[in-house]
């Protein structure tokens, strides 16, 4: 991608543009150059191709993977093993170390070539200069997870293990801090270490170099994970010197020794809290992981994963943090927008779900922050630690009852299209419902407004899976005994969503199904109460007669505007369906006198006479067999004529409808009914509705 | 405008800093360090038993390499010091290499620039987003004609290589860092920080002579 960006910033100078195929090719050329002077007998040459090619791959990611599919590694091992020379020695060992450093491929590469135990053979050279580069790369194989077991329970191999740990040169020591920094993995191992005397020797490398510090801190962790008999041995150690010394390296300069010192204190403190009983070191290793988590290197990565386990579990250790706005900070980061590494984002997560477990005021913090579309998108990621990670922060942040919290669940629009979504598997929609069955009256309004939310523009098959998740837990029971005119009017507007297919005019097939499962969840609704504001529902009855009822009633303008929309969704399914409605709008006989239609057409709310339009265009559709019966009422009660006068509605939405149904119109007035006058209007309103 | 604060005349100011007692050998300290970790003089007095000689050596060796825009061969001897230095640290890496274009660009090898810039700059942008910003800065000096009047040509001034000379410098320090008081850790740099900080501490209390020019170390009078 980027070599495109180069190719538009080429100076004319230069020939054409292949002269940058060329390039690639000449570089080609060379790697295959050198690699075949690797295999020269004169050992002149070879050194210098070792030479050249470890130059050329140290910090060269892209180089590493071109010179190994050269088979480059074979090469090098064949060069080490063969001979005794040191200079040799020491450039093709320091080349395997690079193949082996931070890259996966190349060190399985190096152990496949099967020159582990040639590379350990050069830890007892002479030359110091060989054991610093045969240290050095057996320290970047067993920095990977592919690393050979290590035996800690052979006595050969603890002989060996302290040896290296005894030896003054400190790549050498440090590769044995590093060997059970991440071999040694089960508490029988940690045992063992501790008798043999490790935490003593690895105590020295504290006040050592900078890598044999970390090397050490690195190990430490290891040994003392979960075992609360090493913990006590290593605090035991002069008198907590050495808890102190590590306790100190929190506030290192190096940002590395910090989070290694944290990360080793997290394990201390997981394992023995009693050794933390001061709050000031707890307060301090929060605020320095917190810290590290802005490193954009692999220390973050790790900050990230050490603050998830450090607070995991812990209210007062949690409120640290949330004072120290962790949420804010961890929020922050995710919302940068850059590509955060896997184990970072799962940390991240991870950290915020233990934030969110217990402590309300963190949640709706976090919830607050406008986190869910990240948070969503993170329950797509294509690791599936980030995605478990994620869930488990919803599910926590979700646990809220806050009504300003599910006033933020409510606007998430969620795509899933793909009925397996993560999402439903951990019963988002029924975590909702069941929030839609609260005793608190707010929570059951906000969870309605969550659901209808997720119903809008929602296809087919999301509608069915809540279908099926609601009839499992009973569709009546979602409407309790004391309605508030909220959850009434959230429950309509699910209703709304339920059972629109889209937005547009669709006169085509409608979806009986979704449709009528729609209108029998209206039949299910329980009675609640009458006021001026609500709707009734009759558990027996249709609700349009009751919607009906309501708009006769000169309801308020929202009420009005839901009830014809109500209206418009029934009236664009079949024949009776359109019927029902026109008897909800002219009912025989006729009490009053009084057509709200005419009144809503008037409305000031745009809405409200979009809504009404609608109705009216779904009523006429010239597809259906009693559209022209329908059209003749509407013309006998005023409403066409109406609509005329509305030509130049000042809402364009409502303007656009009313051209639709007068160009309807057109197709309804009888061929044989040619009145002049009736002439005159139709050529002005085709003149109107095509020419201006 | 009206303070609050208090006022502290030159005068004043220059008589607290006189008062101010320094050991010799402090002073001596500091400037050893100086001169010493930035490779002026091989042979400390004084404290220090523990530098070794040929480090040093080494070290400098680097540091003169990348000065003198011989960065190929700063590299190697980078490598041959420590070859994990610049595997693990990929920022120095990518300064390092965004140096040797920069010198293939000065010596007017336009053609083995264009040549380096797609082999070994490009994919460092692929390898690491963050490095694209300053990758494309460096590459528009290929686009202009005349490259030392360009928007871009401080790259190409030779403080550019003093910093990059310095980031090596520092990179290899921290490899061969010994105890945490080691005299080879700079502490110029850290003596000078804790005086702007001090500064704007003091800022919020009073007004007094500054030092705004930490080059020159000269006071400021305040109304200035």
Not at chain 1, 84 to 93: G, T, Y
């Amino acid at each position: 991608m980027y070599s495109e960006q180069l190719n538009l910033a080429m100076p004319t100078t230069t020939t054409s543009s292949s002269s940058f195929s060329s390039a690639a090719s000449s570089s080609g050329n060379r790697q295959a150059d050198v690699f075949s002077r690797l295999a020269s007998p004169d050992p002149e040459v070879k050194l210098k191709a070792l030479r050249e090619v470890k130059n050329q791959i140290i910090g060269n990611r892209t180089k590493k993977l071109s010179f190994l599919k050269l088979g480059a590694v074979p090469a090098i091992a064949s060069a080490l093993s063969d001979s005794e020379c040191n200079s040799i020695l020491v450039q093709s060992a320091a080349a395997l170390g690079s193949f082996a450093c931070g890259f996966e491929a190349g060190v399985q590469a190096v152990l496949d070539a099967g020159v582990f135990p040639r590379l350990l053979r050069l830890l007892t050279s002479s030359d110091e200069k060989v054991v610093d580069a045969g240290a050095r790369s057996l320290r970047m194989i067993f920095q990977s997870n592919q690393a050979p077991k290590y035996d800690f329970l052979q006595e050969k191999n603890m002989e060996f293990l302290f040896s290296l740990l005894n030896s003054e040169n400190e790549n050498v020591s440090g590769l044995g801090a590093s060997i059970i920094a991440h071999a040694c993995g089960t508490t029988v191992e940690q045992q063992v270490l501790c008798e043999a005397g490790v935490l003593e020797k690895l105590v020295i490398l504290l006040d050592g170099s900078l890598s044999q510090r970390e090397a050490c801190l690195e190990s430490l962790a290891t040994v003392l994970k979960n075992n609360p008999e090493a913990v006590s041995r290593f605090v035991g150690l002069e008198a907590g010197r050495y808890l102190s010394s590590v306790t100190e390296l929190t506030k290192d300069r190096y940002p590395r020794t910090r989070l290694l010192s944290c990360l080793c204190l997290v394990v201390i403190y997981n394992t023995s809290p009693s050794y933390f009983l001061n709050m000031g070191t707890k307060s301090s290793l929060v605020t320095t992981l917190l810290e590290l988590l802005n490193d954009p290197g692999q220390s973050g990565d790790e900050a990230a994963l050490g603050l998830s386990s450090l607070i995991a579990e812990k209210e007062d250790l949690q409120k640290l943090a949330y004072e120290a706005n962790a949420i804010k900070n961890i929020v922050d980061i995710l919302k940068t927008g850059s590509e955060l590494h896997p184990k970072r984002l799962q940390g991240l997560f991870l950290s915020l779900a233990e934030l969110c477990s217990k402590l309300e005021d963190c949640r709706c913090s976090f919830l607050s922050l406008e986190m869910l579309d990240l948070l969503v998108n993170a329950l797509r990621h294509n690791n599936a630690d980030v995605r478990t990670a994620a869930c488990i922060c919803f599910r926590n942040a979700a646990r809220s009852v806050k009504v300003a919290v599910l006033g933020a669940l409510s606007n998430i629009v969620l795509d899933f299209s793909s009925p397996k979504s993560t999402f439903i598997e951990y019963g988002g929609i029924k975590q909702l419902i069941e929030l839609s069955k609260s005793m608190d009256p707010n929570t059951r309004c906000s969870a309605l407004r969550a659901l209808r939310n997720l119903m809008f523009l929602a296809d087919k098959k999301r509608k069915e899976l809540f279908y099926s998740e609601v009839k499992a837990q009973g569709f009546v029971s979602l409407i309790s005994g004391k309605q508030s005119p909220l959850n009434h009017n959230h429950m309509i507007h699910l209703i709304l969503q339920l059972t629109t297919k889209t937005k547009t005019y669709s006169s085509s097939d409608p979806e009986p199904t979704v449709q009528e499962q729609g209108l029998a969840l209206l039949r299910n609704l329980v009675d609640g109460c009458i006021n001026s504001i609500e709707f009734v529902f009759d558990e027996e009855g249709l609700i349009l007669d009751t919607v009906g009822r309501q708009l006769r009633k000169s309801p308020q303008a929202q009420m009005a505007i839901q009830g014809m929309y109500v209206l418009t969704n029934v009236a664009s399914g079949t024949e009776l369906h359109k019927e029902a409605v026109m008897q909800q709008l002219f009912p025989q006989p006729q009490a009053e006198s009084n057509n709200f239609m005419l009144k809503f057409l008037q409305s000031h709310e745009s809405q409200l006479r979009s809504a009404t339009v609608w109705t009216i265009i779904n009523l006429i559709s010239p597809s259906s067999p009693g559209a022209l019966d329908r059209h003749v009422k509407l013309r006998e009660e005023g409403i066409i004529p109406q609509l005329k006068n509305m030509v130049n509605d000042a809402c364009l939405d409502v303007k656009i409808r009313i051209r639709t149904v007068l160009s309807q119109s057109m197709s309804f007035v009888p061929d044989t009914l040619i009145i002049p006058q009736v002439k005159a209007v139709r050529k002005s309103l085709y003149h109107y509705l095509y020419h201006s | 405008m009206a303070t609050s604060k208090k006022v502290i005349t030159r005068d004043e100011w220059e008589k607290k800093l006189n008062a101010v007692k320094l050991r010799k050998e402090d002073m001596n300290t500091l400037v050893m360090n100086f001169l010493v970790t930035e490779g002026f003089f091989l042979f400390p007095y004084g404290e220090t038993a523990e530098i070794d000689l040929a480090t040093i050596t080494d070290r400098m060796a680097v540091k003169k390499a990348v000065q003198n825009g011989n960065v190929e061969d700063a590299i190697e001897k980078v490598n041959d010091l420590n070859p994990e230095i610049l595997d693990t640290n990929p920022e120095l890496f990518f300064h390092l290499q965004q140096q040797r274009l920069i010198e293939l660009i000065r010596q007017g090898k336009t053609e083995e620039a264009l040549e380096f810039a797609q082999e070994e700059l490009a994919p460092r942008g692929e390898e690491n987003q963050a490095f694209l910003q300053e990758l494309e800065k460096t590459v528009a000096l290929l686009v202009f004609e005349d490259a030392s009047n360009c928007p871009v040509k401080d790259l190409l001034d030779i403080s550019h290589r003093l910093k990059t000379a310095s980031e090596v410098n520092a990179a290899i320090l921290t490899s061969q860092s010994h105890e945490k008081d080691s005299s080879l850790n700079p502490k110029l740099p850290s003596l000078l920080k804790m005086l702007i900080w001090a500064q704007n501490q003091l800022d919020e209390k009073a007004v007094y002579p500054h030092i705004n020019d930490l080059s020159t170390g000269q006071l400021q009078n305040p109304s200035e």
